[in-house]
Protein backbone atom coordinates (compact mmCIF):
# COMPACT_ATOMS: atom_id res chain seq x y z
CA UNK A 1 0.00 0.00 0.00
CA UNK A 2 2.80 2.88 0.63
CA UNK A 3 6.19 1.99 0.08
CA UNK A 4 9.35 4.03 0.13
CA UNK A 5 12.60 3.12 -1.41
CA UNK A 6 15.86 4.79 -0.90
CA UNK A 7 14.25 8.35 0.09
CA UNK A 8 16.13 11.25 0.92
CA UNK A 9 14.60 14.56 2.33
CA UNK A 10 16.61 17.81 2.84
CA UNK A 11 14.71 20.78 3.55
CA UNK A 12 15.57 24.49 2.26
CA UNK A 13 18.15 25.27 4.65
CA UNK A 14 20.18 21.70 4.07
CA UNK A 15 18.76 20.28 6.75
CA UNK A 16 18.25 16.60 5.88
CA UNK A 17 15.67 15.20 7.97
CA UNK A 18 15.47 12.12 6.10
CA UNK A 19 18.34 9.59 4.67
CA UNK A 20 18.00 6.78 2.66
CA UNK A 21 14.30 5.45 4.15
CA UNK A 22 13.40 2.55 2.94
CA UNK A 23 10.23 1.07 4.23
CA UNK A 24 6.84 -0.87 3.17
CA UNK A 25 3.41 -1.16 4.76
CA UNK A 26 1.11 -3.74 3.39
CA UNK A 27 -2.84 -2.64 2.87
CA UNK A 28 -4.59 -3.45 5.94
CA UNK A 29 -1.48 -3.19 8.39
CA UNK A 30 -1.36 -0.76 11.20
CA UNK A 31 1.90 0.56 11.90
CA UNK A 32 3.62 2.55 13.81
CA UNK A 33 6.55 4.89 13.36
CA UNK A 34 8.09 5.77 17.02
CA UNK A 35 11.23 7.62 17.29
CA UNK A 36 12.77 10.73 19.38
CA UNK A 37 11.66 14.28 19.00
CA UNK A 38 13.18 15.35 15.73
CA UNK A 39 13.91 11.70 14.20
CA UNK A 40 12.01 12.43 11.11
CA UNK A 41 8.46 10.64 11.92
CA UNK A 42 6.66 13.62 10.78
CA UNK A 43 8.69 13.85 7.20
CA UNK A 44 7.70 10.54 6.58
CA UNK A 45 4.09 11.01 6.95
CA UNK A 46 4.12 14.69 4.95
CA UNK A 47 5.99 12.56 2.00
CA UNK A 48 3.28 9.85 1.92
CA UNK A 49 0.64 12.27 1.99
CA UNK A 50 2.62 14.70 -0.71
CA UNK A 51 2.92 17.91 1.53
CA UNK A 52 6.32 17.54 1.28
CA UNK A 53 8.07 15.78 -2.15
CA UNK A 54 11.45 13.44 -1.43
CA UNK A 55 14.51 14.96 -2.77
CA UNK A 56 15.82 11.65 -3.85
CA UNK A 57 13.98 8.15 -3.74
CA UNK A 58 10.59 6.77 -4.59
CA UNK A 59 7.17 7.57 -2.76
CA UNK A 60 4.79 5.31 -3.66
CA UNK A 61 1.03 4.94 -2.08
CA UNK A 62 -1.81 3.24 -3.50
CA UNK A 63 -0.02 2.42 -6.78
CA UNK A 64 1.17 5.88 -7.36
CA UNK A 65 4.74 7.59 -7.36
CA UNK A 66 3.14 10.33 -5.03
CA UNK A 67 6.86 11.81 -5.43
CA UNK A 68 6.23 13.24 -9.06
CA UNK A 69 2.78 13.33 -8.90
CA UNK A 70 1.08 16.05 -10.86
CA UNK A 71 -0.42 19.07 -8.86
CA UNK A 72 -3.82 18.57 -10.41
CA UNK A 73 -3.70 14.85 -9.10
CA UNK A 74 -2.67 15.40 -6.08
CA UNK A 75 -5.88 16.47 -4.51
CA UNK A 76 -7.72 13.06 -5.29
CA UNK A 77 -4.93 11.18 -3.98
CA UNK A 78 -5.27 13.12 -0.32
CA UNK A 79 -8.97 12.35 -0.57
CA UNK A 80 -8.10 8.65 -0.07
CA UNK A 81 -6.47 9.59 2.68
CA UNK A 82 -7.35 10.59 6.46
CA UNK A 83 -5.02 13.14 7.99
CA UNK A 84 -4.38 13.57 11.45
CA UNK A 85 -2.12 16.46 12.12
CA UNK A 86 0.62 17.36 15.00
CA UNK A 87 -0.95 20.54 15.30
CA UNK A 88 -4.39 20.11 14.87
CA UNK A 89 -5.27 22.13 11.49
CA UNK A 90 -8.49 23.20 12.68
CA UNK A 91 -10.31 25.97 11.31
CA UNK A 92 -11.53 28.41 14.03
CA UNK A 93 -13.77 30.47 12.47
CA UNK A 94 -16.50 27.60 12.58
CA UNK A 95 -18.36 25.13 14.66
CA UNK A 96 -16.86 21.61 14.89
CA UNK A 97 -19.69 20.30 13.52
CA UNK A 98 -18.64 22.69 10.17
CA UNK A 99 -15.37 21.33 10.69
CA UNK A 100 -16.27 17.75 10.55
CA UNK A 101 -18.34 18.52 7.22
CA UNK A 102 -15.19 20.17 4.89
CA UNK A 103 -13.83 16.94 3.63
CA UNK A 104 -17.61 16.15 2.82
CA UNK A 105 -18.23 19.27 1.26
CA UNK A 106 -15.07 18.80 -0.71
CA UNK A 107 -15.76 15.93 -2.19
CA UNK A 108 -19.25 16.83 -3.14
CA UNK A 109 -21.31 15.13 -0.86
CA UNK A 110 -24.91 15.73 -0.63
CA UNK A 111 -26.02 17.85 2.31
CA UNK A 112 -28.19 15.43 4.19
CA UNK A 113 -25.94 12.77 4.24
CA UNK A 114 -22.88 14.71 4.52
CA UNK A 115 -24.55 16.22 8.08
CA UNK A 116 -25.36 12.28 8.88
CA UNK A 117 -21.61 11.24 8.76
CA UNK A 118 -20.06 13.89 10.28
CA UNK A 119 -22.40 13.49 13.43
CA UNK A 120 -21.66 9.74 13.39
CA UNK A 121 -17.87 10.59 13.42
CA UNK A 122 -18.32 13.36 16.50
CA UNK A 123 -20.07 10.66 18.04
CA UNK A 124 -17.16 8.39 17.82
CA UNK A 125 -15.15 10.92 19.30
CA UNK A 126 -17.49 11.50 21.92
CA UNK A 127 -17.64 14.90 20.98
CA UNK A 128 -21.55 15.00 19.40
CA UNK A 129 -22.61 17.17 22.71
CA UNK A 130 -20.07 19.69 21.16
CA UNK A 131 -21.34 19.97 17.34
CA UNK A 132 -22.13 23.65 17.76
CA UNK A 133 -18.36 24.98 19.62
CA UNK A 134 -16.37 26.75 17.97
CA UNK A 135 -12.67 24.94 18.49
CA UNK A 136 -11.36 27.51 20.72
CA UNK A 137 -13.76 26.77 22.97
CA UNK A 138 -12.21 23.33 23.05
CA UNK A 139 -9.97 21.23 25.34
CA UNK A 140 -6.44 20.29 23.28
CA UNK A 141 -7.71 16.87 24.41
CA UNK A 142 -10.73 17.59 22.35
CA UNK A 143 -9.42 19.57 19.33
CA UNK A 144 -7.59 16.00 18.81
CA UNK A 145 -10.45 14.49 18.77
CA UNK A 146 -12.38 16.43 16.48
CA UNK A 147 -9.28 16.25 14.23
CA UNK A 148 -9.35 12.50 13.90
CA UNK A 149 -12.97 12.78 13.61
CA UNK A 150 -12.31 15.14 10.05
CA UNK A 151 -9.92 12.48 9.29
CA UNK A 152 -12.26 9.83 9.46
CA UNK A 153 -15.13 11.10 8.06
CA UNK A 154 -15.07 10.20 4.35
CA UNK A 155 -13.60 6.56 5.06
CA UNK A 156 -10.22 6.85 3.72
CA UNK A 157 -8.82 3.74 2.56
CA UNK A 158 -5.83 4.97 4.53
CA UNK A 159 -5.46 7.11 7.84
CA UNK A 160 -2.26 8.62 8.70
CA UNK A 161 -2.17 10.23 12.20
CA UNK A 162 0.81 12.15 13.23
CA UNK A 163 0.54 12.19 17.17
CA UNK A 164 -2.89 11.55 17.89
CA UNK A 165 -2.84 11.01 21.18
CA UNK A 166 0.03 13.84 22.22
CA UNK A 167 -2.79 15.47 24.43
CA UNK A 168 -4.56 12.90 25.57
CA UNK A 169 -5.63 11.48 28.99
CA UNK A 170 -4.92 7.71 29.11
CA UNK A 171 -8.79 6.75 29.26
CA UNK A 172 -9.52 8.45 25.97
CA UNK A 173 -5.95 7.85 24.33
CA UNK A 174 -6.74 3.84 25.05
CA UNK A 175 -10.47 5.03 23.11
CA UNK A 176 -9.05 6.84 20.45
CA UNK A 177 -6.93 4.02 20.08
CA UNK A 178 -9.75 1.12 20.16
CA UNK A 179 -10.88 3.64 17.05
CA UNK A 180 -8.21 2.98 15.25
CA UNK A 181 -8.17 -0.31 15.51
CA UNK A 182 -11.92 -0.57 14.71
CA UNK A 183 -10.88 1.50 11.25
CA UNK A 184 -7.93 -1.06 10.93
CA UNK A 185 -10.24 -4.13 11.57
CA UNK A 186 -12.73 -3.25 8.66
CA UNK A 187 -10.04 -2.92 5.99
CA UNK A 188 -7.84 0.61 6.64
CA UNK A 189 -4.45 0.88 6.36
CA UNK A 190 -3.32 2.88 9.42
CA UNK A 191 -0.08 4.76 10.08
CA UNK A 192 0.98 6.03 13.16
CA UNK A 193 3.51 8.46 14.24
CA UNK A 194 3.98 8.05 17.88
CA UNK A 195 5.92 8.41 21.14
CA UNK A 196 3.03 6.95 23.30
CA UNK A 197 4.82 3.46 23.99
CA UNK A 198 1.41 2.50 26.01
CA UNK A 199 -0.74 3.02 23.31
CA UNK A 200 1.93 0.59 21.34
CA UNK A 201 1.41 -1.93 24.07
CA UNK A 202 -2.51 -1.54 24.00
CA UNK A 203 -2.93 -2.26 19.94
CA UNK A 204 0.51 -4.38 18.88
CA UNK A 205 0.93 -2.67 16.06
CA UNK A 206 3.70 -3.32 13.56
CA UNK A 207 6.68 -0.51 14.79
CA UNK A 208 8.92 0.96 12.51
CA UNK A 209 11.82 2.93 14.49
CA UNK A 210 13.55 5.59 12.74
CA UNK A 211 16.72 7.57 14.74
CA UNK A 212 18.11 10.94 13.62
CA UNK A 213 16.46 10.46 10.27
CA UNK A 214 17.75 6.71 9.50
CA UNK A 215 15.21 4.16 9.45
CA UNK A 216 15.95 0.79 11.59
CA UNK A 217 16.31 -2.03 8.53
CA UNK A 218 15.09 -4.67 10.76
CA UNK A 219 11.78 -3.42 10.89
CA UNK A 220 11.42 -2.01 8.20
CA UNK A 221 8.98 -4.75 6.51
CA UNK A 222 6.26 -6.83 7.35
CA UNK A 223 7.85 -10.34 8.90
CA UNK B 1 -23.44 16.24 -12.21
CA UNK B 2 -24.81 17.16 -9.00
CA UNK B 3 -21.89 17.38 -7.40
CA UNK B 4 -20.69 19.90 -9.54
CA UNK B 5 -24.03 22.12 -8.62
CA UNK B 6 -23.90 21.47 -5.40
CA UNK B 7 -20.08 22.96 -5.23
CA UNK B 8 -21.53 25.91 -7.30
CA UNK B 9 -24.66 26.98 -5.03
CA UNK B 10 -22.48 26.48 -2.28
CA UNK B 11 -20.13 28.89 -3.55
CA UNK B 12 -22.80 30.91 -5.09
CA UNK B 13 -23.76 31.64 -0.91
CA UNK B 14 -20.30 31.91 0.52
CA UNK B 15 -19.72 35.09 -2.31
CA UNK B 16 -23.41 36.23 -0.78
CA UNK B 17 -22.98 35.75 2.69
CA UNK B 18 -19.11 37.56 2.22
CA UNK B 19 -20.97 40.56 0.58
CA UNK B 20 -23.24 41.24 3.34
CA UNK B 21 -20.64 40.52 6.31
CA UNK B 22 -19.10 43.03 5.41
CA UNK B 23 -21.13 45.97 4.12
CA UNK B 24 -19.01 48.37 3.94
CA UNK B 25 -15.95 47.23 2.51
CA UNK B 26 -18.44 45.57 -0.13
CA UNK B 27 -20.13 49.69 -0.74
CA UNK B 28 -16.50 50.86 -0.81
CA UNK B 29 -15.62 48.40 -3.87
CA UNK B 30 -18.50 48.63 -5.22
CA UNK B 31 -18.36 52.61 -5.49
CA UNK B 32 -14.43 52.26 -6.59
CA UNK B 33 -15.59 49.97 -9.53
CA UNK B 34 -18.72 51.95 -10.37
CA UNK B 35 -16.62 55.31 -10.91
CA UNK B 36 -13.90 53.59 -12.85
CA UNK B 37 -16.27 52.09 -15.10
CA UNK B 38 -18.85 55.34 -14.95
CA UNK B 39 -16.25 57.67 -16.56
CA UNK B 40 -16.02 55.44 -19.81
CA UNK B 41 -19.47 55.03 -19.97
CA UNK B 42 -20.30 58.73 -19.66
CA UNK B 43 -18.05 59.74 -22.01
CA UNK B 44 -19.78 57.16 -24.63
CA UNK B 45 -23.19 58.74 -23.99
CA UNK B 46 -21.79 62.39 -24.30
CA UNK B 47 -20.44 61.20 -27.65
CA UNK B 48 -23.67 59.36 -29.06
CA UNK B 49 -25.64 62.45 -28.35
CA UNK B 50 -22.80 64.90 -29.54
CA UNK B 51 -23.23 62.50 -33.12
CA UNK B 52 -26.80 62.97 -32.78
CA UNK B 53 -26.92 66.15 -32.20
CA UNK B 54 -24.71 67.17 -35.06
CA UNK B 55 -27.13 64.65 -37.44
CA UNK B 56 -30.30 66.16 -36.75
CA UNK B 57 -28.64 69.90 -36.74
CA UNK B 58 -26.59 69.78 -39.85
CA UNK B 59 -28.33 70.20 -42.84
CA UNK B 60 -27.86 66.83 -45.15
CA UNK B 61 -25.27 66.70 -46.87
CA UNK B 62 -25.35 67.35 -50.44
CA UNK B 63 -23.65 66.45 -53.99
CA UNK B 64 -23.82 68.64 -56.51
CA UNK B 65 -23.04 67.00 -60.20
CA UNK B 66 -21.79 69.36 -62.57
CA UNK B 67 -21.74 67.99 -66.24
CA UNK B 68 -19.37 69.14 -69.00
CA UNK B 69 -20.67 72.07 -71.33
CA UNK B 70 -20.71 70.22 -74.28
CA UNK B 71 -23.20 67.67 -72.45
CA UNK B 72 -26.40 67.34 -74.12
CA UNK B 73 -30.18 67.06 -73.17
CA UNK B 74 -30.12 63.47 -73.92
CA UNK B 75 -26.46 62.45 -71.85
CA UNK B 76 -28.03 64.97 -69.05
CA UNK B 77 -30.97 62.63 -69.09
CA UNK B 78 -29.10 58.95 -69.34
CA UNK B 79 -27.43 60.66 -66.46
CA UNK B 80 -30.91 61.47 -64.68
CA UNK B 81 -31.77 57.85 -64.98
CA UNK B 82 -28.46 56.49 -63.57
CA UNK B 83 -28.91 58.65 -60.48
CA UNK B 84 -32.16 57.75 -60.55
CA UNK B 85 -31.61 53.92 -60.09
CA UNK B 86 -29.26 54.01 -57.90
CA UNK B 87 -28.89 52.67 -54.96
CA UNK B 88 -27.38 54.71 -52.93
CA UNK B 89 -29.21 58.09 -54.28
CA UNK B 90 -32.29 58.58 -52.35
CA UNK B 91 -33.68 61.90 -54.02
CA UNK B 92 -31.99 64.09 -56.31
CA UNK B 93 -32.81 67.25 -58.40
CA UNK B 94 -32.36 68.32 -61.86
CA UNK B 95 -30.81 71.65 -62.19
CA UNK B 96 -30.66 72.40 -66.29
CA UNK B 97 -28.22 75.28 -67.26
CA UNK B 98 -31.19 77.70 -68.28
CA UNK B 99 -32.40 77.73 -64.74
CA UNK B 100 -29.32 77.90 -63.65
CA UNK B 101 -28.51 81.06 -65.46
CA UNK B 102 -31.99 82.11 -64.44
CA UNK B 103 -31.49 81.93 -60.65
CA UNK B 104 -28.19 83.91 -61.21
CA UNK B 105 -29.60 86.80 -63.35
CA UNK B 106 -32.30 86.45 -60.40
CA UNK B 107 -29.80 86.92 -57.67
CA UNK B 108 -28.94 90.42 -56.87
CA UNK B 109 -25.75 92.33 -58.40
CA UNK B 110 -25.61 89.36 -60.70
CA UNK B 111 -27.88 90.76 -63.65
CA UNK B 112 -25.64 93.36 -65.63
CA UNK B 113 -22.98 90.50 -65.13
CA UNK B 114 -25.19 87.59 -66.89
CA UNK B 115 -26.50 89.94 -69.46
CA UNK B 116 -22.93 91.00 -71.06
CA UNK B 117 -21.95 87.21 -71.35
CA UNK B 118 -22.96 85.98 -75.17
CA UNK B 119 -23.44 82.47 -74.25
CA UNK B 120 -24.66 80.26 -70.76
CA UNK B 121 -20.85 79.59 -68.87
CA UNK B 122 -22.89 77.44 -66.60
CA UNK B 123 -23.06 73.67 -66.80
CA UNK B 124 -26.48 71.44 -66.28
CA UNK B 125 -26.36 69.71 -62.52
CA UNK B 126 -28.00 67.82 -60.37
CA UNK B 127 -27.90 68.16 -56.76
CA UNK B 128 -28.43 64.77 -54.80
CA UNK B 129 -29.42 63.44 -51.81
CA UNK B 130 -27.92 59.90 -50.48
CA UNK B 131 -29.79 57.50 -48.92
CA UNK B 132 -27.12 57.53 -45.86
CA UNK B 133 -25.64 60.91 -45.36
CA UNK B 134 -22.56 59.08 -43.53
CA UNK B 135 -19.40 60.46 -44.99
CA UNK B 136 -17.84 57.52 -46.22
CA UNK B 137 -21.45 56.49 -48.40
CA UNK B 138 -21.17 60.25 -49.02
CA UNK B 139 -17.36 59.86 -50.73
CA UNK B 140 -18.22 57.00 -52.29
CA UNK B 141 -20.99 57.70 -54.65
CA UNK B 142 -19.05 61.00 -54.57
CA UNK B 143 -15.87 59.15 -56.67
CA UNK B 144 -18.01 56.37 -58.30
CA UNK B 145 -20.26 59.28 -60.34
CA UNK B 146 -17.11 61.44 -60.68
CA UNK B 147 -16.21 58.65 -63.11
CA UNK B 148 -19.36 58.91 -65.06
CA UNK B 149 -19.25 60.18 -69.08
CA UNK B 150 -19.85 64.08 -69.24
CA UNK B 151 -19.43 64.65 -65.42
CA UNK B 152 -16.91 67.21 -65.21
CA UNK B 153 -17.00 67.73 -61.25
CA UNK B 154 -18.61 66.12 -58.32
CA UNK B 155 -19.12 68.47 -55.19
CA UNK B 156 -19.59 67.61 -52.14
CA UNK B 157 -20.89 70.25 -49.49
CA UNK B 158 -21.01 70.45 -45.54
CA UNK B 159 -17.27 69.50 -45.58
CA UNK B 160 -17.36 70.77 -42.11
CA UNK B 161 -19.50 67.55 -41.13
CA UNK B 162 -16.97 65.20 -42.24
CA UNK B 163 -14.56 67.37 -40.68
CA UNK B 164 -16.07 66.83 -36.91
CA UNK B 165 -16.71 63.23 -37.80
CA UNK B 166 -12.75 63.05 -38.17
CA UNK B 167 -13.34 64.85 -34.32
CA UNK B 168 -15.47 62.45 -33.39
CA UNK B 169 -13.24 59.40 -35.14
CA UNK B 170 -10.32 60.92 -32.64
CA UNK B 171 -13.56 61.09 -29.28
CA UNK B 172 -14.05 57.28 -30.12
CA UNK B 173 -10.24 56.79 -29.98
CA UNK B 174 -10.22 57.94 -26.48
CA UNK B 175 -12.84 56.61 -25.33
CA UNK B 176 -11.20 52.98 -26.58
CA UNK B 177 -7.86 54.35 -24.37
CA UNK B 178 -9.65 55.57 -21.28
CA UNK B 179 -12.21 52.13 -21.62
CA UNK B 180 -8.35 49.82 -21.54
CA UNK B 181 -6.94 51.61 -18.79
CA UNK B 182 -10.06 51.67 -16.61
CA UNK B 183 -10.61 47.98 -17.70
CA UNK B 184 -6.96 47.24 -16.30
CA UNK B 185 -8.03 49.11 -13.15
CA UNK B 186 -11.19 47.24 -12.42
CA UNK B 187 -8.95 44.09 -12.82
CA UNK B 188 -6.13 45.19 -10.43
CA UNK B 189 -8.67 46.27 -7.61
CA UNK B 190 -10.53 42.91 -8.02
CA UNK B 191 -6.91 41.13 -8.24
CA UNK B 192 -5.99 42.97 -5.05
CA UNK B 193 -9.49 42.63 -2.96
CA UNK B 194 -9.22 39.06 -3.82
CA UNK B 195 -5.72 38.94 -2.74
CA UNK B 196 -6.64 40.08 0.71
CA UNK B 197 -9.14 38.08 0.92
CA UNK B 198 -7.02 35.04 0.58
CA UNK B 199 -4.82 36.32 2.78
CA UNK B 200 -7.40 36.67 5.54
CA UNK B 201 -8.36 33.22 4.57
CA UNK B 202 -5.19 31.61 4.37
CA UNK B 203 -5.40 29.04 6.74
CA UNK B 204 -8.81 27.92 5.07
CA UNK B 205 -6.92 27.66 2.04
CA UNK B 206 -3.98 25.59 3.52
CA UNK B 207 -6.15 23.10 5.54
CA UNK B 208 -8.90 22.60 2.46
CA UNK B 209 -6.11 22.11 0.27
CA UNK B 210 -4.63 19.46 2.71
CA UNK B 211 -7.48 17.69 2.96
CA UNK B 212 -8.00 17.17 -0.98
CA UNK B 213 -9.88 20.36 -2.11
CA UNK B 214 -8.80 21.04 -6.01
CA UNK B 215 -7.82 24.39 -7.15
CA UNK B 216 -11.25 24.54 -8.44
CA UNK B 217 -12.56 23.94 -5.66
CA UNK B 218 -10.30 26.90 -4.06
CA UNK B 219 -10.78 29.16 -6.73
CA UNK B 220 -14.50 28.93 -7.35
CA UNK B 221 -15.87 31.22 -4.40
CA UNK B 222 -13.08 33.85 -5.22
CA UNK B 223 -14.63 34.03 -8.90
CA UNK B 224 -17.94 34.53 -8.12
CA UNK B 225 -16.63 37.23 -5.31
CA UNK B 226 -14.85 38.85 -8.10
CA UNK B 227 -17.85 38.69 -10.88
CA UNK B 228 -20.33 40.05 -8.38
CA UNK B 229 -17.98 42.69 -7.71
CA UNK B 230 -18.00 43.59 -11.00
CA UNK B 231 -21.28 43.36 -11.78
CA UNK B 232 -22.81 45.17 -8.64
CA UNK B 233 -19.73 47.72 -9.70
CA UNK B 234 -21.65 47.75 -13.45
CA UNK B 235 -24.76 48.28 -11.97
CA UNK B 236 -23.17 51.34 -9.83
CA UNK B 237 -21.93 52.99 -13.17
CA UNK B 238 -25.40 52.62 -14.89
CA UNK B 239 -26.51 54.43 -11.78
CA UNK B 240 -24.52 57.05 -12.13
CA UNK B 241 -24.95 57.70 -15.71
CA UNK B 242 -28.41 57.52 -15.61
CA UNK B 243 -28.39 59.96 -12.57
CA UNK B 244 -26.26 62.03 -14.69
CA UNK B 245 -28.13 62.40 -17.84
CA UNK B 246 -31.19 62.93 -15.77
CA UNK B 247 -29.94 65.37 -14.31
CA UNK B 248 -28.84 66.55 -17.37
CA UNK B 249 -31.91 66.36 -19.30
CA UNK B 250 -33.60 67.80 -16.58
CA UNK B 251 -31.67 71.69 -17.27
CA UNK B 252 -31.81 70.70 -20.66
CA UNK B 253 -36.13 71.46 -20.36
CA UNK B 254 -35.81 74.73 -18.83
CA UNK B 255 -33.48 75.83 -21.90
CA UNK B 256 -35.29 73.89 -24.47
CA UNK B 257 -38.46 75.78 -23.62
CA UNK B 258 -36.68 79.27 -23.85
CA UNK B 259 -35.67 78.17 -27.71
CA UNK B 260 -39.32 76.86 -27.84
CA UNK B 261 -37.74 73.17 -28.58
CA UNK B 262 -37.85 69.98 -26.84
CA UNK B 263 -33.58 68.70 -26.27
CA UNK B 264 -33.11 66.01 -24.57
CA UNK B 265 -30.16 63.69 -23.92
CA UNK B 266 -30.24 59.67 -24.71
CA UNK B 267 -29.53 57.22 -22.02
CA UNK B 268 -27.69 54.51 -22.05
CA UNK B 269 -29.44 51.89 -23.71
CA UNK B 270 -30.71 48.70 -22.45
CA UNK B 271 -28.78 46.98 -25.10
CA UNK B 272 -25.44 49.34 -23.55
CA UNK B 273 -26.17 48.44 -20.03
CA UNK B 274 -26.04 44.91 -20.70
CA UNK B 275 -22.99 45.00 -22.25
CA UNK B 276 -21.46 47.32 -20.10
CA UNK B 277 -22.85 44.81 -16.92
CA UNK B 278 -21.55 41.77 -18.55
CA UNK B 279 -17.90 43.27 -19.49
CA UNK B 280 -17.50 44.54 -16.16
CA UNK B 281 -18.58 40.93 -14.39
CA UNK B 282 -15.81 39.73 -16.89
CA UNK B 283 -13.14 41.62 -15.93
CA UNK B 284 -13.78 41.12 -12.09
CA UNK B 285 -13.92 37.42 -12.63
CA UNK B 286 -10.74 37.85 -14.25
CA UNK B 287 -9.01 39.77 -12.11
CA UNK B 288 -10.39 36.83 -9.71
CA UNK B 289 -8.75 34.26 -11.38
CA UNK B 290 -5.73 35.82 -11.38
CA UNK B 291 -5.49 36.38 -8.10
CA UNK B 292 -6.18 33.21 -6.93
CA UNK B 293 -3.71 31.78 -9.83
CA UNK B 294 -0.59 34.22 -7.86
CA UNK B 295 -1.69 32.88 -4.46
CA UNK B 296 -1.76 28.97 -5.29
CA UNK B 297 1.62 28.93 -7.29
CA UNK B 298 2.59 30.09 -3.77
CA UNK B 299 1.06 27.59 -1.71
CA UNK B 300 2.75 24.03 -3.51
CA UNK B 301 4.13 21.31 -2.04
CA UNK B 302 8.10 22.03 -2.75
N1 LIG C 1 9.69 22.62 7.17
C1 LIG C 1 10.90 22.32 7.69
N2 LIG C 1 11.97 23.05 7.35
C2 LIG C 1 13.19 22.75 7.85
N3 LIG C 1 13.42 21.77 8.69
C3 LIG C 1 12.39 21.01 9.07
C4 LIG C 1 11.08 21.23 8.60
N4 LIG C 1 10.25 20.31 9.14
C5 LIG C 1 11.02 19.54 9.92
N5 LIG C 1 12.30 19.93 9.90
C6 LIG C 1 13.41 19.31 10.58
O1 LIG C 1 13.48 17.95 10.20
C7 LIG C 1 13.75 17.13 11.33
C8 LIG C 1 12.67 16.06 11.45
O2 LIG C 1 11.44 16.71 11.71
P1 LIG C 1 10.10 15.95 11.97
O3 LIG C 1 9.02 16.95 12.14
O4 LIG C 1 9.91 14.94 10.89
O5 LIG C 1 10.40 15.21 13.34
P2 LIG C 1 9.45 14.32 14.23
O6 LIG C 1 10.06 12.97 14.29
O7 LIG C 1 8.06 14.42 13.78
O8 LIG C 1 9.58 15.02 15.64
P3 LIG C 1 8.47 15.25 16.78
O9 LIG C 1 8.31 13.96 17.49
O10 LIG C 1 9.04 16.29 17.64
O11 LIG C 1 7.23 15.68 16.10
C9 LIG C 1 13.82 18.04 12.53
O12 LIG C 1 15.18 18.24 12.87
C10 LIG C 1 13.21 19.32 12.08
O13 LIG C 1 13.87 20.40 12.67
MG1 LIG D 1 6.36 15.24 14.40
Redesign the interface.
Known sequence: MIALSNVTKRY?GGHEALRNATLTVERGEMVFLMGHSGAGKSTLLKLM?????PTSGKVVVNGENVGSLR??A??????N?G?V?QDH?????RSAFDNVM??L???????RDAARRARAALDKVGLLGHEKALPITLSGGEQQRLCIA?AVVHRPAVLLADEPTGNLDTAYAAEIGELFRSFNQVGATVVIATHDLQLAERLMPRLITIASGRVDTRTAEAA | MKAWLLHHARAGSTTLRKLVRAPLSTLFNVVVVGIALALPAGLYVGLANVQKAVRTLSPEPQLTVFLTLDAGKADASLIDTRLKEHPLVSRMRYVPRERALEDMKRASGMAGIVEALDRNPLPDAFVVDASDPAPDVMERLRTEVATWPKVAHVQLDAEWAQRLDAVLKVGRIALLLLATVLAFSLVAITFNTIRLQMLTQREEIEVTTLIGATDGFIRRPFLYYGAVLGLLGGLAACGLVWSATTVVNAALIDLSYLYGARWEVAQLSWRDSASLLGFAAGLGWLGAWMSVARHLAHVRPR
Do not use: M
Not at chain 1, 49 to 53: G, L, S, T, V, Y
Not at chain 1, 74 to 79: A, Q, S, T
Open positions: PAAIERARIPYLRRLLFKLLFDLPNIQGYDRR
